[in-house]
């Protein structure tokens, strides 16, 4: 897996963490947090942003082609350019990650992984999906020995060897994309019967002579005595219903992290995913929810997407600050 560099935007110390009161706590540090951070920093409102990975899974994109005024840059490239903006203008970082948020009078107070705590006239929860995992009994025993679930992060291990991307949607595509440049021969696993992510990173794929589909085919079981070495198929593929593979790397979607949502008592909608308003507040007076883990946006995931419910939420924060002069009661 790639090291980050812990990179702070202030120092600040201990002492300050109980003093200092913000305008606006930023949970989370991809595109929605660094955007509402962005606009934040504009509105001369006082904010903090928190995360441990510094671009959110943006970072892990291969290649980003679709966010406008950039016509292609990696995913980690793309979340620094967020990153330096925000630094830019003002706005605080914090490596770490925020376990627990209680309202405390007209305040809100948030508890970090390293004890730390932290005081805030409002919230916003940028805190995005958790990739779903195969369910495998043995999976955990393979991850980092030829089970990844990042192929920014790990494809280089792999250099004219063989893999295989469980998934048959974008991620999954860009994937096999991306490994097919690296890897001897990569096989894409898929239970459907076609391919759903979008027509351009498809037709690459399939312009690709090292990559190999699998419809219809679960992946069902993970094989090897201390490394993974074949994967078990749901049905025969050449006449085998086993697969040799050096590495595997899973891409089978996300579901919403909702941890912080459940302890705020956040309304979710059937999907698990935080209902917001039409300014990304929620039903708790003094939070606001944007990116991948709410409702918004017609549920249409993407970078350009979060940075715009990030930057809807920071207006609306101005906007319901100067009203009640620093008070969440107004809401």
Request: charged share 25%.
């Amino acid at each position: 897996m790639i090291e980050y560099e812990v990179i702070s935007f202030k120092s600040l110390d201990m002492s300050e963490h109980n003093e200092k009161i913000y305008d606006i706590a930023i949970v989370g540090s991809g595109p929605a947090g660094f955007s509402a951070s962005t606009y934040a920093s504009r509105y001369k409102l006082s904010n903090i942003v928190f995360g441990k990975l510094l671009g959110g899974t943006i970072s892990e994109a291969h290649k980003v082609c679709n966010y406008p005024g950039v016509s292609d840059i990696s995913g980690l490239d793309l979340g620094m350019n967020f990153y330096n903006q925000a630094k830019d203008l003002g706005g605080e970082f914090k490596s770490e990650q925020i376990t627990d948020i209680k309202k405390q009078n007209d305040t809100f107070v948030l508890t970090s992984d390293n004890g730390n705590t932290y005081v805030s006239k409002t919230v916003i929860l940028g805190i995005g999906t958790n990739r779903n995992k195969l369910n495998l009994k043995n999976e955990d025993f393979y991850l980092g020995k030829g089970l990844s679930y990042c192929a920014t992060c790990d494809a280089m291990f792999y250099k004219e060897k063989r893999v295989a991307v469980v998934g048959g949607s974008n991620a999954a595509v860009m994937a096999a994309s991306m490994l097919s440049d690296i890897a001897k021969q990569v096989y894409i696993i898929y239970r459907g019967t076609e391919l759903r992510g979008e027509p351009v990173w498809i037709d690459e794929v399939m312009k690709k002579p090292n990559i190999e589909i699998i419809f219809t085919t679960v992946l069902i079981g993970l094989e090897g005595e201390q490394k993974l070495e074949r994967v078990k198929l749901s049905r025969a593929f050449n006449g085998q219903e086993t697969l040799d593979v050096d590495g595997l790397f899973v891409e089978i979607g996300s579901e919403p992290n909702v941890d912080l949502a459940n302890k705020l008592g956040l309304e979710l909608d059937d999907k698990k995913y935080i209902k917001v308003n039409s300014d990304q507040s929620t039903n708790m007076p003094g939070v606001w929810a944007a990116g991948d883990c709410t409702s918004a946006s017609n549920r249409f995931r993407q970078v350009i997407t979060a940075a715009s419910e990030g930057a809807i939420a920071a207006n609306s924060i101005f906007t319901a600050l100067k009203k009640g002069c620093g008070s969440t009661e107004i809401y």
